[in-house]
């Protein structure tokens, strides 16, 4: 890496990238890796998390599509809430006895 000169941020990701793919690839512990290539070992440490976190970290939030439930009671009355059942008392929040 260029010493004191101004990098830029994609030359700086390059580099640890570089960094962190010949790492993985020797097979060495990150403290030998760092001494024989002259660099820190707490700044590959650093770079090794910083990039695993920007590989795995999801592009957007996991959305998930939910029916309303009077649809749920539509189509599949037996997994509709309790709350939508003939049988329930929304003034107590419970299930009535069955009627004979």
Same mark, same amino acid.
């Not at 990098?7 to 700086?12: G, K, Q």
């Not at 003034?91 to 069955?98: T, Y």
């Given at each position: 890496?260029?010493?004191?000169?101004?990098?830029?941020? !994609? !030359?700086? +990701?390059?580099?640890?990238?570089a960094h962190v793919a010949a790492w993985q690839e020797s097979g060495l512990s990150q403290s030998r890796y760092s001494? !024989?290539?002259?660099?820190?070992?707490?700044a590959l440490s650093y770079w090794i998390r910083r990039l695993s976190m920007t590989l795995t970290a999801p592009a957007l939030p996991n959305i998930v599509e939910v029916a309303p439930a009077f649809v749920v009671q539509a189509l599949r009355p037996e997994l509709a809430p309790a709350s939508l059942t003939p049988d329930f008392d929304s003034?107590?929040?419970?299930? +009535?006895?069955?009627s004979c």
């Open positions: 890496m260029k010493s004191r000169q101004k990098v830029s941020h !994609e !030359e700086r +990701l390059a580099y640890w990238r001494r !024989e290539n002259g660099i820190r070992q707490s003034c107590r929040n419970k299930i +009535l006895p069955q």
